[in-house]
């Protein structure tokens, strides 16, 4: 099951008291205190893993809390620390504080291991407060409770280029057919029920990460069909691919503009992302004269829109993914694109 929001409380552990304890051995007449300090309680950590993609092992989970550090003991016995709770958690995970929405951390490093709840410091016990006027301290320190944090754990997939397009259109297809996604394939819209991501070889040196969200519908960002819950995945995305198909009721100018709507509602800054166009399901010019006709229609219109925008994206390709027509070139514009951002940011720095 793929669960990428969830709420939880969160507690270190509480500090053991120090001990109260005073020597009683034979022969050393003058036995003064010998009170243990308190262990520390356990704290918390995120751990960034990529062995897991979802935070369904968190489901149903109300709280949880690291272990309290036992309490002193006689003879300057410390009390053992409390063990730590350790949250594994994928690439990609923010925590937010769920009363005032602050985020707290952001993982998107694997094998990051962050700090976020200390444990409690044990309490001293009575052989620290032994002084000139006070040979036999009959108290010792409790130990400090730990903290509490009430968050909320909220995943956003990390992925190179994200594919953005109405339900049905092909974008399962595509990420079956160029990475090692395995996602369900069916002729009905919506069969995309939750992110995928697909690791994409280009050669033996080069590779990217491609996500396939659910089918955006017009209304997305204001809370219709699937899109507006998904959308999120393709925030961190640093190249989106617009997947248009020339066979559906809306022709391919009328899907841009509705789908380039409900990004620039939902984030202008996923809106002004670079972008490319790819238009699918080329092997329909085969069904016939008809089709065909309309087919080439349909692009010759939306090509001269584009060209009235002076062609905001990056390249438009056709492609047939179930007959692997320009997958090749389409993987390897795709990795010029990433390059080209990849080296934008590092001058920028």
Known sequence: MFIDNVQILLASGNGGAGAVSFRREKHVPLGGPDGGDGGRGGAVYFLCDNNTHTLSHFKGKKELRAKNGE????????????????????????????????????????GERKLFLQ?????????????????????????????????????????????????????????????????????????????????????????????????????????????????????????????LDPLRELDLKEQFIALRKELRAFSKELYNRNFGIMISKMDSLNL????????????????????????????????????KIGLKELKFKLLEELKKDDKANNETR
Do not use: C, W
């Open 288 to 323: 016939g004269e008809e089709f065909k006709e309309r087919i080439l229609q349909n692009l010759s219109e939306f090509e001269n829109y584009l060209l009235s925008l002076n062609n905001p994206q990056t390249f438009l390709m056709q492609i047939s993914s179930l007959e």
């Open 119 to 243: 444990g409690g410091k044990g309490g001293l016990g009575n052989t620290h407060f032994k002084n000139s006027t006070n040979q036999r301290p009959d108290y010792a320190q409790s130990g400090i409770k730990g903290e509490k944090k009430l968050v909320r754990l909220e995943l956003k997939l990390i992925a190179d280029v994200g594919l953005v397009g109405f339900p049905n259109v092909g974008k399962s297809t595509l990420i079956s057919v160029v990475s090692n996604a395995r996602p369900e394939i069916a002729n009905y819209e919506f069969t995309t029920l939750t992110p995928k991501l697909g690791l994409v070889d280009v050669d033996e040196y080069h590779s990217f990460v491609m996500a396939d969200i659910p089918g955006i519908i017009e209304g997305a960002s204001e809370g219709k069909g699937l899109g507006i819950e998904f959308l999120k995945h393709i925030e961190r995305t640093n190249f989106l691919l617009f997947v």
């Open 71 to 110: 309490n002193g003991l006689g003879r300057n016995k410390n009390g053992k620390k409390g063990e730590d709770l350790e949250l594994i958690v994928p690439q990609g995970t923010q925590i937010f504080d769920a009363r005032t929405n602050e985020l707290l951390l952001d993982l998107t490093k694997i």
